[in-house]
């Protein structure tokens, strides 16, 4: 295979001596990004009422856009006469975009998936379409995003049917040589590929070897925002990171809990990304060092306290501090009600995620990520190992870090 | 001490007053002294707030992105379980300000009611206000707001008006209007200038008596939408507590007209601004001074960007052709890929970093970014619009200024096309009986992502 043009350069900073868990930081055309790194969603280039200039001020370097939700509004016209996202948004940073075809097989119920592309009635007017691999790459050209996605046959990974995950393991391969046929701009914007192979170990292996030989700039493993076992979520995550270079980004999709986040990242994963702690915020819901609150509760109507004691973002920081000192009771206040609550949320729950992915990175260059993974654990269970989830202990276990011992 | 200090009074056209003695104009220049260390020069203006924010601005957007010296907050919006249940603002251990992150940058001016607000079925009584919280129609006890007031710690506070829900009240109804107000006037300074002591807050008897009055929240007195022969009895009333009042506040233009010579020197507030520009230097005209500008947040709902600006400008006038628009409907699908910003030569943060094509798309996909940058954008149009007007008047150009704008600008809003954010609770002009407010946020094929709140 021809060695592939990349626009990225990958510094490997430092490696966690028990696990897997990695620190380093990768270089795109829109500046550095720190990884491992939490993306938030900002699906039709805006994240839910935040401007740029706030998810800026949280530290975030690089978020997402849904290719499926531009191509739709504004539209590849338009896209193309503005300049792209980055200049519709006024996004200095960098941008990644999906390929569309996940949206689409989620949100479009009637799609059908054939050797062509994805097959679907437009949203706008009922006529049928057909999102190739060719049209995928057209549109994230459009959007000038500095990683895009290659199109790949997802399916649910708890699907039954064998056979449709082999050919869909297959496909996604095929395709992707399509897409790297297609993309326009290799010299500007990153290519990364898709690992597929649902539940299965031995088609992940496969799949890996496949897709490594392409040599894209980075690696994606797909296919497990599904409601999938967390056990399996594991094993395919650990198989994977296992047989994949040192020295590319992998990124995992669609996941977005802390607790994933953490485990993950043991497991040797680098990148996320999923749109529930955002979404979330505008049900009242904070992800927070001891879990996730939902501020509607009645309980919280009178709770003056920080949305998280831990956590430093503009919200929660006290006004002697600088920040905006605002309390659980105001939220709970706001929700529902004012966007502007739903503002406040997002803002602390983006940083939250952020922080933690920052905090991890601090840990494993100190070599401490063992120890970091523990106090994680132990804060939201109140150092109760009874109350710990068995799958994150097992995965954990299975590269070196014993959550049950003190 | 909450002072108010005339700086400056528009100077007249000479040709004018000499042929018409009466036609003096009383706008003017002032500087209000809250007692909390707030310097408000007027003419200026106070953004509408709902449960304590302005509509779309998180506080650090507030703090950051606007020139909003103070806001208007109405108690309302913070007691829906009352009495059944305390609301959590009372047990609040410190300010409405701290409860709400309001930037020490502004004021906070507390009210009992928004205005404008939605007229509730029932009348009130001598001892309630009718209110509407977000659960529904309420009683608040005048005794209630008046401890509210001390507790919260306003920098002004208005008091309540006894206002009848027919628009031409017969006599009893009338009198009962004025002895009301009076009463709950009187129930709210005497609060005031006890010093809070009838709130419960026993242990502030060692407080040095000079800094507790230093602090005191400046009391607004509300003047009735009734004329002058009608309210008489209290407008005297008024006059014999000046030295107590720091202001007054009324909802309808004709009431400047009623305010007695010896208040004249009180700073006034129009609560209720919702006609626009032009409706706000009638006002300046009449010598009002304060602004609770309602039509901003309803344009911004609407998508509608602001740009007006009072300038010193010669204005052609050709007959009321070619008069420019006070705002624009950003809906248009023409400003698809249009890169410009709102406004040409607008310093807000909208402007300096955002074009029409993005706030257009933030529209059509219902992201409530689109409001958010809306609305920054035409607070700063009205910041400026008030700059201008205090400089027209310091600088002795105020009639120029606004008959250039009389003759500059269309009167009238356009009207919106597109959707606005979820309707609140407090846009509900009816009362029940009706559907639902808001079309349910899901469709069937994108059931995702679009749902704005
Ligand atoms: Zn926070
Ligand atoms: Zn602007």
Not at chain 1, 189 to 209: A, S
Not at chain 1, 223 to 244: P, Q, W
Not at chain 2, 47 to 76: K, M, Q
Not at chain 2, 221 to 230: F, M, T, Y
Request: net charge negative.
């Amino acid at each position: 295979m021809a060695q592939q043009k990349a626009a990225l350069s990958f510094d490997l900073i430092a490696k966690c001596s028990v696990s897997r868990a990695r620190a380093s930081t990768m270089t795109l055309p829109h500046g550095p990004v720190e990884l491992p790194m939490f993306m938030p969603v900002a699906t039709q280039a805006s994240l839910k009422g935040l401007t740029p200039e706030q998810l800026e001020s949280l530290g975030c370097r690089l978020c997402l856009n849904n290719t499926y939700h531009l191509g739709l509004k504004p539209g590849q016209a338009t896209l193309d006469a503005v300049g792209g996202a980055h200049r519709l948004q006024s996004w200095n940073h960098n941008i990644l975009t999906d390929s569309g075809g996940f949206q689409m097989v989620s949100l479009l119920k009637l799609a059908k998936i054939t050797e062509e592309g994805v097959r679907f009635l437009s949203p706008h007017d009922g006529s049928p379409m057909l999102l190739t691999p060719e049209h995928s790459m057209s549109l994230q050209n459009s959007i000038g995003s500095d990683i895009m996605m290659q199109l790949d046959d997802v399916i649910a990974t708890t699907s039954p049917d064998k056979e449709r995950i082999v050919e869909a393991m297959h496909r996604s391969v095929r395709w992707l040589d399509r897409c790297i046929e297609a993309h326009k701009y290799p010299e500007k914007q990153n290519l990364f590929c898709i690992i597929q192979g649902g539940l299965d170990l031995e088609l992940r292996r496969e799949c890996v070897k496949e897709m490594v030989k392409r040599d894209t700039p980075g690696i994606a493993i797909g296919g497990l925002s599904g409601g999938e076992e967390k056990a399996k979520y594991c094993a395919v995550v650990r198989t994977c990171t296992e047989m994949l270079p040192d020295m590319k980004p992998r990124y995992v999709m669609g996941v977005g809990y802390p607790e994933d986040l953490v485990v993950s990242v043991a497991l040797g994963a680098d990148m996320f990304d999923c749109v529930w702690p955002t979404r979330t915020a505008r049900f009242g819901n904070a992800v927070t060092s001891r879990g996730t609150l939902n501020l509607r509760h009645a309980s919280y109507a009178a709770d003056f306290s920080p949305v998280d004691e831990d956590c430093d973002c503009p919200c929660c920081r006290s006004k002697e501090n600088g920040g905006l000192g605002v309390t659980k009771a105001y939220i709970h206040h706001l929700t529902g009600k004012e966007t502007a609550g739903a503002h406040i949320l997002t803002m602390h729950n983006v940083y939250y995620l952020l922080d933690l992915m920052r905090n991890a990175r601090q840990a494993i260059i100190a070599d401490a990520y063992p120890s970091f993974v523990k106090e994680f654990f132990g804060k939201i269970y109140k150092y109760d190992t009874a109350e710990y989830p068995i799958w994150a202990v097992d995965a954990l276990k299975t590269v070196g870090i014993d959550l049950t011992e003190a | 001490m909450n002072t108010f200090r005339v700086l400056k009074t528009a100077v007249t056209d000479v040709a004018a007053t000499t042929t018409q003695p009466g036609a003096t104009t009383a706008a003017r220049t002032g500087v209000l002294n809250l007692s909390k260390g707030f310097t408000v020069q007027t003419p200026n203006f106070l953004a509408p707030t709902s449960r304590g924010v302005v509509p779309h601005i998180s506080p650090d957007n507030f703090e950051r992105n606007t020139g909003v010296e103070g806001v208007f907050v109405a108690l309302e919006d913070f007691i829906e379980k009352a009495p059944q249940r305390i609301p959590p603002l009372y047990t609040y251990p410190s300010t409405l300000r701290s409860f709400i992150s309001l930037p020490s940058s502004a004021f906070l001016l507390l009210s009992a009611r928004r205005s404008p607000n939605i007229t509730c079925p029932k009348a009130n009584s001598d001892a309630n206000l009718s209110i509407l919280t977000s659960v529904g129609f309420r009683d608040l006890p005048i005794k209630d707001y008046v401890s509210a007031v001390i507790r919260l710690e306003p920098d002004i506070v208005l008091g309540i008006a006894d206002i009848a829900n027919t628009v031409s009240p017969g006599k009893n109804r009338v009198q009962k209007m004025v002895n009301r107000t009076v009463k709950w006037l009187d129930e709210l300074l005497g609060s005031v200038y006890a010093g809070g002591s009838s709130s419960g807050g026993g242990d502030n008897n060692s407080t040095d008596e000079k800094d507790t009055v230093k602090k005191l929240p400046a009391v607004f007195a509300p003047i009735l939408p009734l004329e002058k022969e009608r309210q008489r009895f209290y407008l005297s009333h008024l006059v014999e507590n000046v030295e107590k009042l720091s202001g007054l506040v009324f909802t309808t233009n004709e009431s400047v007209d009623v305010v007695p010579e010896e208040l004249a020197g009180l700073p006034k507030l129009q609560s209720d601004v919702v006609g626009g520009p032009h409706q706000v230097l009638e006002m300046v005209e009449r010598g009002v001074d304060l602004f609770n500008v309602g039509f901003v947040g309803t344009m911004t709902d609407a998508g509608i960007a602001l740009h007006f600006s009072f300038s010193a400008d010669e204005v052609m006038d050709n007959g009321g052709k070619d008069k420019l628009d006070l705002a624009t409907d950003m809906w248009d699908v023409k400003f698809a890929t249009d890169l410009s910003p709102l406004e040409e030569g607008c310093d807000c943060y909208t402007c300096k970093t955002h074009h029409k094509a993005y706030i257009r798309h933030c529209l059509e996909a219902k992201e409530m970014t689109a409001w958010v940058l809306l609305q920054i954008h035409n607070l700063k149009v009205v910041e400026r619009f008030f700059g201008g007007v205090r400089r027209s008047i310091e600088e002795g150009w105020w009639e120029k200024g606004r008959s250039g704008f009389e003759v500059k600008y269309t009167r009238e809003m356009p009207v919106g096309t597109g959707l606005g954010p979820r309707l609140r609770g407090y846009q509900y002009k009816s009362v029940g009986g009706e559907g639902k407010l808001n079309e349910p946020a899901y469709r069937s094929l994108d059931s995702g992502d679009e749902d704005g709140l």
